[in-house]
């Protein structure tokens, strides 16, 4: 098989994959919406959501477990062979079990079943069979739609595994969203790697503060503001009023900028004559990656950090964001 040809079978399973979500996307209906109702009641009862699977399921429900925990959601993966042999401790009345099954027919999940419901627990079967026994006994069923398995010996679970696992990811973020989980609340959940220093640090971790923030009176000379700059070490220097109160800002840029001009006697004129008075600032606490995001939109290079009343705190200097790995 040359290269084009396969490019052009990659291409085919891809395509059939995507059309098993936009089938189960289209096909949607007000049986999504009822099992999303059920795990708001569940979540308030401080029950917990199961989900069980053999084969390739195994790996959706632990991957969809994770996610849910991710968001604050306890979950957990019950094997149904252990279930019958002592690991059902796990399941308590309330709690909101997902039954994965592509046919519906699966064998270990109608042996689980029964028990399941004695132990006083709503199902929800995840199944491509509306018509299949899972579907049919549990309190409520979720239907992903399966045009075409992308495996030619249509033997290899390839669609169908695709779109269960896209279901439960719909139902996953559906839920985020109607709970305001915010990315504060995610943060608290993943404190390490990059992922957690990103999403934790605040803009007083970052910025320049104290000695290597440059302030000064508004009434300051040119001079003055350049001699300030260069003890703090940093690319500008915050202009207050007679409140403490930021009224603008000058930067080493500035300087420059008007130095190739030529006027006249700078150095010696008020700061007030050139100074930006509307700079752009962010207000303390605010988070990380929130910073990145003024960079980015502002297209600037030091950031001035303010207080509740306008107060300069600290700068962020653009040159420090890549140490951080917040980029």
């Known amino acids: ?20 979500i936009v089938a189960t996307a289209d096909a949607l209906d007000e049986s999504f919406v ?121 033997l290899a679970p390839t669609s169908s595994t695709t779109a269960a696992m896209a279901l439960g990811d719909a139902l996953a973020m559906v839920f985020l969203e109607i709970r305001g989980f915010s990315r504060e609340d995610f943060a608290k959940l993943h404190p390490a790697g990059s992922l957690g220093k990103t999403l934790l640090l605040r803009v007083n971790d970052i910025m320049r503060s104290g000695s290597r923030l440059a302030v000064a009176s508004m009434n300051v000379t040119v001079k003055d503001a350049l001699f300030a700059i260069t003890q703090a070490q940093c690319g500008c220097i915050a202009l207050t009023d007679e409140a403490g109160r930021l009224a603008g800002i000058f930067t080493d840029g500035d ?14 004129s008020p700061i007030t004559q050139f100074m930006t008075r509307t700079p752009k600032t962010i207000l303390s606490g605010t988070m990380a990656v929130d910073v990145l995001k003024r960079f980015e939109e502002w297209k600037i290079n030091s950031l001035m950090v303010v207080d509740l009343d306008d107060r300069p705190v600290g700068v962020v200097d653009s040159q420090d964001l890549p140490k951080l790995k917040i980029v």
């Open 34 to 154: 009822r099992v999303v109702r059920k795990m708001t009641d569940t979540l308030l009862d401080q029950n917990k959501l199961i989900f069980t699977g053999v084969g390739k399921n195994v790996h959706i429900c632990e991957k969809l477990v994770g996610t849910f925990n991710s968001t604050g959601v306890t979950s957990c993966f019950l094997d149904p062979t252990q279930a019958l042999h002592g690991d059902l401790g796990v399941l308590h009345e309330g709690d909101l079990v997902f039954l994965f099954s592509n046919s519906g027919e699966t064998d270990e999940l109608k042996k689980l079943y029964p028990s399941i419901k004695r132990l006083g627990a709503t199902t929800v079967a995840v199944t491509a069979v509306a018509s299949s026994e899972l579907a049919k006994v549990c309190d409520m069923a979720l239907i992903y739609q399966v045009p075409e398995e992308a495996c030619p010996l249509d």
């Open 255 to 268: 300087f420059r900028r008007l130095m190739v001009r030529g006027n006249g006697d700078i150095l010696h």
């Open 1 to 20: 098989m040359n290269s084009e040809d396969l490019l052009k079978r990659a291409r085919h399973c891809l395509n059939l994959e995507s059309k098993a």
